[in-house]
């Protein structure tokens, strides 16, 4: 069986890229709302035709990741969580190895304000990081870290205190990190 092969750089780097699109729409001016609904909507539609031209390459290979994981971003990129965790969730299956998957399936579940399911996959993804895999994952893992830090704060302080020193081995200048560090150790 031949599996078709992720660059995971690239996949990274669109994830990342997806990430920030949000912060890239924040505007400080006022637009005018009748071209900004039609550009929504030209956008929104362009996104379905694109959703759907992947679940149709999906549906004539289900095991194509490749394809799998331009779906589970494309979904991201409409704000489709649910739609992306689930796609997200398949390519673990075919990939229980790759940790970015899991990473992804977190930021959906994140997203998705589901934070029991995102903590989960965070811990998910930091198990499945490889050691020669560190070195380009510490601001992921950093972040991993971090979010279940944040999360345990109030259930488990001192599991908190050591995912955040984690976090900070990674990340030392995360400004956040240190704050939570502080406020933990305090």
Known sequence: MKMAKINIK???TGLILVGSASFI?????????TNNTANTAAASQSANSA??????QVE???????????????????????NAV???KKISVLLPDWAPSYYSQAYAYQSAKDDANAKIAYEKYI?????EEI???KKNLAYAYFYIAFAEQQSDPAKAKEHIAKSLQYDPNNQDAVKLSKALNS
């Open 86 to 88: 689930d796609t997200w």
């Open 135 to 137: 070195e380009q994952n």
């Open 51 to 56: 959703i759907d031209a992947l679940k149709k």
């Open 60 to 82: 004539a290979n289900p095991k194509d990741t490749d394809a799998l994981a331009k779906l589970a971003t494309a979904y991201q990129e409409a704000s489709d969580w649910t």
């Open 25 to 33: 729409n924040a505007q400080t001016t006022q637009t005018d709302s």
């Open 127 to 131: 198990a499945t990081v490889k050691p």
């Open 10 to 12: 690239n996949l990274l």
